[in-house]
Structures are given as C-alpha cells and as structure tokens.
C-alpha cells in the first residue's frame, strides 16, 4: 500500500481534516497502523502494540464528531513512551525482571490524553531504566533511525522519535531529564518541547513496580513530541496543569502569552561552542545558518553575552546534581564502586567524569549547597532573559552516530570532528536547560551533508514556554521543518 496523503501531516492538519470530514478517525487509525506493519520491521520503534483498542478508540471519536463534539485530540493517532503507565499494557522501563508488569490505571498524562479524544496506537521503545541515548533493550530489542538504520534514534524517547519520523501518527508522549525529549528529536529531524520543571505532573510515569503516586523527581518532565511546531502547544495543553491529587506539586496559573508575533521582535542569544564539549562542523554550520536567516527576517542576534552564565561550572553543578539524583537508584555494588573511584579523585579534578562520581556519592550537606549553587544560577537566568527573549545552541554535539552497546557508558567515546570525547560528557548541551528547569524547544534544521537530521534547542525564560513554542513556529514557518527520511516517504 503507499504512502497515502495523510501519512505525514501535523496533528493540526489532521484535526481540521477530520472536523471537514475529509477523512475520519477510523481510517487515519488504519493509516498509521498499515504504516507500522509495512516498516517498523526495520525500525522498531512501537514495541507494544495496542492497535484493536486504537480502532475501537477511533471508533468511538467518529461517533462524537458525528456527533459535533470538539475535542483538542479527537481522533489523532498517538504513540506514547513506554516507561508511561497505559492500563493493560507492559511498563517495564527496559528491565527484564518487570517484563511482566501491567498497571491497572492509566498515567495522569495518558488520562488527560485520552479524555481529549486521542487514540493511543501502542507504546515506543527506551533504553534500560531511560538512561541512554540509544534506545535498546533486553526485552524489546533495538531501535534504530530512520535516516540511517545503522545509528541511533536518540533517547531515551528514541522510540518515539523514530515513530514520528517514520509516520506512525503526529504526536508523541515522552520525558526528559538528561536531554531524552530533545536529543532524540534532534536525531530524528523532530520536534520535542521539554516544559518548564513541574508544568506537566509526571504521576504514573513512574518506574517499575513502584505506585503511581504524585512525587517531584529532580529535574525530571514529561513532554510532547511532533513532527510540527504548533502541535507541540496542542499536547501540551493537554498535558499541562496541576494534579488533582496534589495541588502543592505543579502550577495553576495560565502561561503567559509568547513575548513577541514576529521574527523582527525577538532578542536571541545564539551559542554554537562550549568549552568543555564543542559541537561538530556539521552542527555549527547549521547554526550558522539559523543565525544568518534570523538576522535576515530583522531579529535582533547576538553571539555572545556577558550575562550568559559560566557554562564550565553549570555543567559541572549539573552533572553532580543529576547523579546525586539518579545514583539514590543504583544497586550497591554500582555505588560502591563509585565511592571507591570517588575516594581517589584529586581535589583539581574538575574533569565532568569526576563530577558524576561526586554526584553519585553526594552527602546531604553537599547536595543542599548544590542548590544554593543551582539558585544563583536560576538568578543569572532570569538577569539573561531581561535582555534576551531566547537562547538558541546545540542539542548533541554531533548527528546521530552509529550504535555502540557496549556496557560502561564512561568508556565510550563520541567522536567530534576527529577528536574523541567521553560519550558522557554529551550532558553538558542539554543540561543547560535542565538544571534549572527552564522550558526548551527542539527544532530540526534540515539535513547534514551525510543525510542526517540536525537540530538546535531554543531555551526560554521559566514558566514563559509559549515564547520558544513561539518562535519555533515561526522558524519552521519561515525557514522549513521537518523532512521524511527518503526510504520511508512511502
């Protein structure tokens, strides 16, 4: 069967068709479902299949827009990460043990989902425990990128990406804490909004066997991906609010408007280098780009800022925190070897593999001054974004790069124009919006000169996500988005 026409239009596109009746939920289903039976033999990227309660949910949205209900998602095929909790299926987070896991209830993100008429297709591919940036498992295998099958999707939401990329419906459900929203959308040539710390309640994306219950995850967030700019504001809205259950975590008030209508009126600070990670050629060139196009459409584009924090020291508060966090998780054996290697570390080790090491062996004490480091990093943000309405800079210091498996993550390597890094160290990009919760937007870029998706994030002031929303849309209105890989345009 082809491609048909519907195969890659946005969710938004698809919401006006299905209101004109140009198609109807049923038959979008069975599009998306024809899709994942004709390739994701290749792909991998849906590893549970939820497709007779997806007609049957589709069914159901034909019936209330004949009906001349309104409804954000009604009717739209969506995918959902795996580690989210949907009531039947496996949540297994990739650990063999709770293979056969199935929740009873349904996340608050899939709740709010389906009561706006989405039709869930089935649930996409991670890593073990969500903690790589390929996405690959015991129990459901490898997936790999649509634009070259040989490399990674990126994730931990690479199953997510390489569905959007490939046309298994517009929308998608995943998270982030380590850049999984936005690294994998970077690598698969789509769009991921990361939201604001707490705008969206994570209860029930939750590990494996624990309960679903509403609890702050340090830096951790669910948000939307697509295959268009605007769609991203469409799942959000569904996802966003406070949970029901506890009004303490998450916040009421309505997202401010985005600053600015136009490309004329924005103030952007464009970054494309690091001094502890650069970006690639590739990367930098289609910053370059961006920042030329900006000018060009009348922005006002600086390339540097005396307010733009010290990224040196941000990255290396980042890596402590975020190990500190994750590392309580760690089996004894992984955290007694840490503290062994801890113990050796010289005090001018400022290296980021040492400051993961003191993270992951973090006291108390230290991690409380830790935050105090973290909120007078929160303050120089808020001074940047007086000047700036924006921040644009890499994602990934390079395109997708070919599966590497091997067990020790600090033993990789990621090669960035001839010169090998700690495969790491690739935190430091995306943990720039991480650290302090701000909203970030991935936004695809076009194509390397190797047929691979590049990208940058487009970081906005706290709790003001409809400004990167914003200029994502207008990027990707002005300048092109998203292009299906040649081999699945079909």
């Known amino acids: 069967m082809a491609k048909s026409e519907w195969s890659f239009k946005s969710a938004v596109e698809l919401s006006a068709a299905l209101s004109a009746k140009k198609i109807s939920a049923v038959e979008l289903t069975r599009d998306a479902i024809d899709r994942v039976e004709r390739h994701d033999g290749k792909v991998n990227a849906i590893c549970v299949r939820d497709f007779d309660r997806a007609l049957g949910a589709a069914r159901e949205a034909d019936a ?96 997510s990406s390489a569905a959007l990329a490939a046309g298994y419906g517009p929308l998608s459900l995943g998270s982030d804490i380590g850049g999984s929203l936005r690294v994998p959308a970077f690598h698969c040539g789509v769009y991921a909004h990361k939201p604001t710390y707490n705008l969206c309640p994570t209860r029930g994306h939750t590990p494996p066997p624990f309960p679903a219950i509403p609890m702050e995850r340090d830096m951790a967030v669910i948000g939307p991906m697509a295959r268009s700019a605007a769609d991203l504001t469409l799942l959000l809205d569904v996802m966003a609010g406070p949970d029901p259950l506890d009004l303490g975590i998450g916040y009421k008030l ?155 993550q600090e033993k990789r390597r990621i090669n960035i124009d001839g010169k090998d890094h700690v495969y790491p160290d690739q935190l430091a990009w995306p943990g720039i919006a991480t650290l302090t919760g701000l909203p970030a937007t991935a936004v695809p870029l076009g194509l390397s000169k190797d047929g691979l998706p590049v990208g940058v994030q487009i970081i906005g002031p706290f709790l003001e996500d409809r400004t990167p929303l914003k200029l994502a849309e207008l990027i990707e209105r002005e300048f092109g988005g998203f292009l299906p890989p040649p081999s699945f345009d079909d």
């Open 254 to 408: 309505a997202l401010p408007e985005a600053r600015h209508a136009g490309l004329k009126d924005f103030r952007l600070l464009v970054i494309d280098s690091h001094p502890l990670l650069p970006a690639n050629a590739d990367v930098r060139g289609a910053i370059e780009q961006l920042a030329g196009r900006l000018t060009s459409a009348g922005a006002h584009v600086a390339r540097e800022s005396p307010l733009f924090p010290d990224f040196r020291e941000a990255s290396r508060l980042y890596m402590r925190m975020l190990m500190s966090f994750l590392g309580a998780f760690f089996p004894p054996d992984i955290l007694a070897g840490a503290r062994a290697g801890a113990a050796q570390l010289s005090p001018d080790d400022t290296s980021l593999a040492a400051e993961r090491l003191r993270g992951m062996t973090s006291s108390h004490q230290a991690w409380v001054f830790d935050e105090g480091a973290r909120a007078g990093l929160r303050a120089q943000w808020r001074q940047l974004f007086r000047t700036f309405d924006a921040m644009i800079c890499p994602i990934m210091p390079t395109p997708a790069y070919p599966h590497d498996h091997s067990p020790e």
């Open 64 to 159: 209330a827009l004949g009906r001349g209900e309104r409804k954000p998602l009604l009717g739209l095929p969506v995918t959902v990460k795996e580690s989210f909790n949907v009531a039947g299926l496996p949540t297994t987070w990739g650990w063999t043990p709770q293979k056969d896991f199935r929740p009873a209830e349904d996340a608050l993100s899939i709740s709010r989902v389906k009561n706006a008429g989405g039709v869930i297709l089935g649930k996409t591919n991670v890593p073990v425990g969500l903690g790589d940036w390929q996405s690959y498992n015991d129990i459901y295998g490898t997936t790999n990128n649509p634009y070259d099958l040989g490399r990674t999707p990126g994730g931990s939401s690479g199953g």
